[in-house]
């Protein structure tokens, strides 16, 4: 069997690259690990439009079913580990180049053009202690677990949206939330500083920096400095929600296509081609500007209908 | 009033634009007729993530619902019928240039800095008879109308993705439904072709042109030739659905920024800015390759995020 397009990726991007695929009729194979991706991890999405205070988790669910009215084939429960070009494809009847894909299991699949909508994964501290305390009080998703948090102190690390996002779907459970950031001014959107500030129990530490984690089965506290002066402080702490920010789930395409200096895949912006043929990426894996969930889903359906172009004038 | 951002049209990309901007605390105005733009003459939209099967209006009123439930200035009921750049605008405090534009009632508006969201008109046929049948059996729109056609012969002119669309409204309705097309192939997609096929009351004529639409108070015939050997047929028909592209509606701008050939606003495809700085276009008036509603939404958000970005460094 070799598809007419194998999508990588259950988010924003890759749904939509998928609903549009299947209305042109190209025989498509969509891989991901689960249909939750990055949103589900955000509390509420208030910037989907036509979707006021849906929570990530049911926007995705949303996406999901739409998906599923489609006959699409898709293979969930296992990652893509590489992603190989094939200079001609068996049973390919002279239609050229195509990708072969292989998935953790070791199978592989076979597609003359490809979608990749891997996103982002969270990136970590690396530092002492982060790693021995994941799922104990550490984490790199609010809605997860800030429940677990009612009457405690908990850090958030990060003043971005998502940090300031995590700050406030904490507030709603801990006693105090502290803010660590090592700039020295916030970047979340003025709405969300404005409700932080409402909260009333979130503190912003400016130009600080966490060095250290410690405890025994679970968080008791953390090490931090100020980085002007130099002063390290310890305080008692019961979790801490790294939001930092995210890197490009590119890896396992090695060298395959281009990228730029942060491992985003370098894109024709109108197309969303990559540097191969027939390679479109789609969503927060490429070197867009703004990494959003609309605009993922826009560009899932321009990748869709570029790939469609391309085959169309491939055979 | 100076605003930070004026925005002129709501459909997905204005109101997208619109959600962002006012999330991002720019003191917006938003200049729209009416918020039912393009997408609400489409029967049934199935590829708007999330909704299966949606009807045009009703999507429609989702987004405007949501809009309304930020913070924004709303201005309806008019068109934008100029727009010109100020190079300084009073009070501005040595902001630099910003736009006035000036709707159908005189009435001027200013900003420092511009979102285009207009998106496109529908193209007219250009034939004898046209003009006056309009409302009377004419129509660029088949969700309007359909219904009225219960059992009578009706036209559909063009065979895209709208025309075929148009034909699958009217045949849930009508006896016959002809679809007339000048090229030599069908351009809708596969899907729509295979609902032709079984609706069993679509006939397509490819490589022929109607010339002229006849009647008296509403129309009774029209009048149609075959392009290969100009034979001139007359045929019996009760309504003529045009459905043969659009125009970008941007003539408004005069000659203040660039455009392609199609009268499309040229942007650059990362910032969606156009050749005059502060003025952004998203959506089908700009010369994005595909015209959908997702992707119109998706570029509404990046075109707000460019232009607070924009503001962001102008001051």
């Known amino acids: 069997m070799i598809y007419d397009l194998i999508i990588i990726g259950g988010g924003p991007a890759g749904i939509t690259a998928g609903i549009y695929a299947v209305r042109k009729k190209l025989n498509t194979l969509l891989i991901t690990k689960d249909f939750f991706g990055q949103i589900s991890k955000t509390g509420q999405v208030d910037n989907w439009p036509g979707e006021n205070a849906i929570s990530g988790i049911a926007l995705m669910q949303k996406l999901e079913k739409h998906l599923k009215q489609f006959p699409i084939e898709i293979k969930t429960g296992h990652k893509v ?17 195509g990708v072969e894909v292989q998935i953790d299991s070791g199978e592989k699949y ?9 996103g982002r994964n969270a990136k970590t501290l690396g530092i002492e202690g982060e790693q021995n305390f994941v799922g104990k009080g550490l984490s790199y998703c609010s809605i997860c677990d800030a429940p677990f948090f009612r009457d405690k102190q908990v850090a958030v690390v990060g003043c971005g949206n998502a940090g300031f996002e995590t700050a406030l779907d904490l507030a709603k459970f801990a006693k105090k939330v502290f803010i660590f950031e090592k700039g020295d001014k916030i970047l979340a959107d003025e709405i969300l500083r404005e409700q932080a500030q409402k909260a009333g129990n979130i503190t912003i530490n400016l130009k600080t ?3 250290k984690i410690e405890g025994d089965k679970k968080i008791q506290s953390i090490v931090y400095k100020t980085i002007e002066n130099h002063k390290e402080f310890q305080q008692p702490m019961d979790g801490v929600f790294v939001q930092i920010g995210s890197i490009p789930a590119t890896g396992f395409l090695g060298n395959l296509v281009d990228f730029d200096k942060n491992n985003s895949i370098k894109i024709n912006d109108k197309t969303l081609q990559a540097s191969v043929k027939g390679i479109f990426a789609a969503g927060d894996c490429n070197d867009t500007t703004y990494k959003q969930l609309i605009i993922a ?4 359906a321009t990748a869709a209908l570029s790939a469609y172009e391309y085959l169309q004038n491939k055979t």
């Open 110 to 118: 076979q597609g003359r053009s490809l979608i990749v909508a891997t």
């Open 81 to 97: 580990v590489s992603a190989v070009v094939l200079p001609t494809l068996p049973h390919s009847q002279g239609q050229g180049s």
């Open 209 to 211: 920096e966490i060095l």
């Open 297 to 300: 889903a826009g560009q899932g």
